[in-house]
């Protein structure tokens, strides 16, 4: 297709009618009068056709309709011809492959009709057209046969334009059956007579198509040039369609190169451009890279949803290798999911219609994907064989990219078969390899790969020394992922390499810088999205800002939770799964649109220097030191696969690292632990002797696994401890052996871990000069739980609180009363969503406050009290992040927060927030008032039940005046 001037208006009354139409001065459709058809109207229309299927294809439809109106009425076989041709490329554009093959046909019979000098030409120049229709259709041997009969004339005629058209369409098809290299030769030829004698179009298309084939192979600085040089001359041009074709591009590139911020936001507008103008090819395309973008952030259950989609888009599309592809991203998202044997038949699904296509590159990538999938099994020997002959077919076509993922597979192959040597040279030539392309994500893979090789040969002080340069590139990558979930879940795989850095640097235990440097590793493992994402919480951006569409799919969400909570109280089930199903879409609907605000919002950029992340191990150690009161002990807990560590730290002593236990065996008294809590709950006979007795011993076991080599240590009144993993939820107040729990000797908070200790203590005080800030009680009682009338009362009565009971305990009273009030107290149910924790919620009168509508929230409170059941609760995900409300309310800024651990008891609690508030009204501390509300409960209910279920999380101090 050629590039022309827009049609003058001037020099024809067709041109000015045309024109006036194309201003939208008629607001009317085109319609040609039967006076104004002639041979040369159709010559005059053809190109502004042409040129307007590269700005509005539905302006360029319509014109084309018109245009092959006329023809028709004509009757004669040039004009006929064109029209066919230029309603083939329109039809082309839009994605309709085989109408637009039929109007090539039908056009060349036109041609044909002629035989004249003409009508060879233009023959030649719809083959030349139709190759990229027919690459879509997967008639490849047919494209290349029309291609060179093409090329016959083209030569004979001397036309070297006509001639680097064709080679760029050529390449095109090159490209699509992965056979690179023969691809680029001929868009160098095409790119170097376009710069000579071609049109922008021309140049526009022809840089843009060879920066995705540098992507291919690996040129990512290449591709990125061309890229950007495409995109100048499409603006400078004004072809608005190929600037968004040029963002999606850059997207991807983005992607590959590790940037996915910048990624996801190009995606956004180009997804958003392309369904403006109905363009299905690039929004499919959209879902199939973003598909494989979250495959790696390990995110599976969205990279399936947008695979799946692809797959549907590209099989209305009739294109046959973008919906292999889709399908090979479906298969992989199912295998991250666990679901192994639909993946496998997924897989080879897609590997029959690659053959069928005669691309033999991405069966030999599926064979990677099943290479694994072997490896998980045990049948190592079949998934060497797959992995090599993978690794074999890429490197021998430089596609440096997929040859990179072929050898890290082949790596881990050879690591199970213990030949480490071979393991080692392929790590080492994968992260060369990586490195020379640009790509941080590959990079992290192979180094994280060599240290374990590194490793298993007993080169202890080479792996650490690996997995050191592997830790800083993960922080790079780390930051450059948009949102807090999306990091989270991009760690969830990553935990090995921190892992594996303390255990190495722990044998060296003798050298205390090395114990620091074990203990910055773990500052690292545990909470570091919480971190990012804290301090930007206080910056106010975006405050005040209303987003109607947000706003409006918040309003319908809530709607479904209040209707489908009506319907559980009436027992209609199968109304409330009708809710429960309109509530998913409802949550999908927020999710995505607070993404989108997040992406577009020019001020959302992650705050790196506060709270400071400190570099070195020392400097680190110093922020959380001083944070630390006087007469407190730091106690952090981390999990490796075989040994469970403390870090004890405190204001004054070195920093020390003491080695507990084998990891089996405190997750197994962990879990009997668990068990008998949770039953707890559904008992009656919690006084009975053998239930005690059997709760004791588990807390006495953790005890003497988790506190008692640390006995010694234990010189100060209060202890803060910061769990991991598993260890997450035990109540540590209750640890100790039988009638003797910590909690009689010592004062018990806890943290995150040690740096978001310290970022708390640090937060900058907001709103200087904030209105009174009155207390607030929030209580909404039900037949399930009728104290919680009570315990408002008797709360907002110690605190001289403003009370809110019932139909008055709404999210609006939290978000405008409660972001001034000093103590928040809420009392009501607490839900907790495994399958989705950022929709944990607590229940309020008017609808549910979930963990994702405190992210939009803000709060003053020295401490929120959170009375109901399981309010703890919450999903330990990648990185060590706790995802559930302790998280949402600290992140809104609460300093403190008290929260249930179990199912509580109603009666029980209210007895205990009596007497922790009234030790608070007396002046007590946060960690002194729940002591001694605990020893008091204690006295009353001797079943651990009724008095451990309380945790206090945060940064204690005093309340700020």
Known sequence: MGQSAPIDSAASPLGFLVAQWLSGETGAALQIPVSLYCDAAVEELYPEVLRLARENLTRASELAAEMLTMASHLGQARPLGLALRASANVHY????????????????????????????????????????????????DEAIAWGEEARTVFAARG???????????????????????????????????????G???????????????????????????????????????????????????IAYLHFLRGDNREAMRLYAIARIHSDAVADRYHSALCDLDQAEMMLDLNLFGEAERLAASAVRAFGRLKMRYERGKAMVFHAAALAGRGEAEESILLFRRARRLFFREGNRAWPAFIDLHLGLLDLEIGSIGRAARRAQRSWRFFAAGEVRGKAVLAALVLCRVRMRQ????????????????????????????????????LEAQGRGVDARATYEAAEAELDSLRLRIPEEELRIRFLEDKTPL?????????????????????????????????????????????AGREDRPLRDARAHLQQCYLRSAEAELRGEMKEVREWRTRTAVAE???????????????????????????????????????????????????????????????????????????????????RLLQFQISSSSYRTDLSAQANIKAITAHLATLYRLLVHPLRSRLTVPRLVFAPHSFLHGLPFAALGPAGSPLVGEFAIRQTLSGSTFAAIGRRPLREASAPARRPLVLGLPDERAPFIADEARLVARHLDADLRLGPEATLAALRDTGRHASHVHIATHG?????????????????NLSVMDLSEVQ??????????????????????????????????????????????????TMRFMDLFYEQLRAGGSLSDSLRRAMLQVRQEWVHPYYWAGFALLGGEASPRN
């Open 93 to 140: 554009l839009k994605g309709n492959y085989a109408q637009a093959r039929s109007g090539y046909e039908e056009a060349i019979a036109q041609f044909h009709a002629e035989s004249t000098a003409w009508g060879e030409e233009e023959v030649a120049r719809t083959k030349s057209s139709a190759i990229q229709t027919l690459a879509y259709l997967a008639r490849y």
């Open 159 to 197: 036309d070297a334009v006509r001639l680097a058209r064709l080679d760029g369409n050529l390449a095109n098809l090159y490209f699509r059956l992965d056979r690179f290299e023969e691809a680029l030769v001929r868009y160098e030829t095409a790119r170097q007579e376009f710069e000579r004698s």
């Open 199 to 249: 049109a922008p179009q021309d140049l526009a298309a022809i840089y843009s198509n060879l920066a995705t084939c540098c992507i291919s192979v690996g040129r990512f600085d290449d591709s990125l040039h061309w890229h950007r040089t495409a995109r100048e001359v499409c603006l400078e041009h004004r072809f608005p369609l190929l600037v968004a074709q040029a963002d999606y591009n």
């Open 418 to 453: 213990k030949r480490f040597a071979e393991a080692e040279v392929l790590s080492r030539r994968s992260l060369a390899d990586a490195g020379t392309m640009g790509s941080p994500s590959l990079c992290f893979r192979a180094r994280m790969l060599l240290g374990l090789v």
């Open 498 to 542: 921190f892992e594996r850095l303390v255990s190495l640097r722990l044998r060296e235990s003798g050298d205390p810088g090395q114990v620091q440097a074990a203990w910055a590793s773990v500052q690292n493992a545990k909470s570091r999205a919480f971190l990012d994402s804290y301090g930007s919480r206080f910056t106010d951006r975006g």
């Open 588 to 670: 999908a609907a927020v999710r995505e649109r607070l993404s989108q605000l997040r992406l577009y919002d020019a001020e959302g950029s992650l705050v790196e220097e506060w709270p400071p992340v400190a570099k070195e191990a020392a400097s680190a150690e110093l922020a959380v030191r001083q944070a630390i009161g006087t007469d407190e002990l730091l106690i952090e807990y981390y999990c490796t696969p075989e040994s469970v560590y403390a870090f004890l730290l405190d204001g004054k002593a070195d920093l020390v690292v003491h080695r507990l236990a084998a990891t089996a065996e405190v997750r197994t008294a962990a």
């Open 831 to 847: 839900l907790f969503r495994a399958d989705s924790p950022l929709f944990s919620a607590i229940r309020l009168a008017d609808g």
């Open 859 to 908: 709060m003053a409170a020295h401490l929120v009290t959170l009375s109901g059941c399981s309010t703890g609760s919450h999903a330990v995900l990648g990185g060590d992040e706790l995802i559930g409300l302790s998280r949402g309310f600290l992140q809104a800024g609460a300093e403190n927060l008290l929260t249930t651990l179990w199912d509580v008891n109603d009666a029980s």
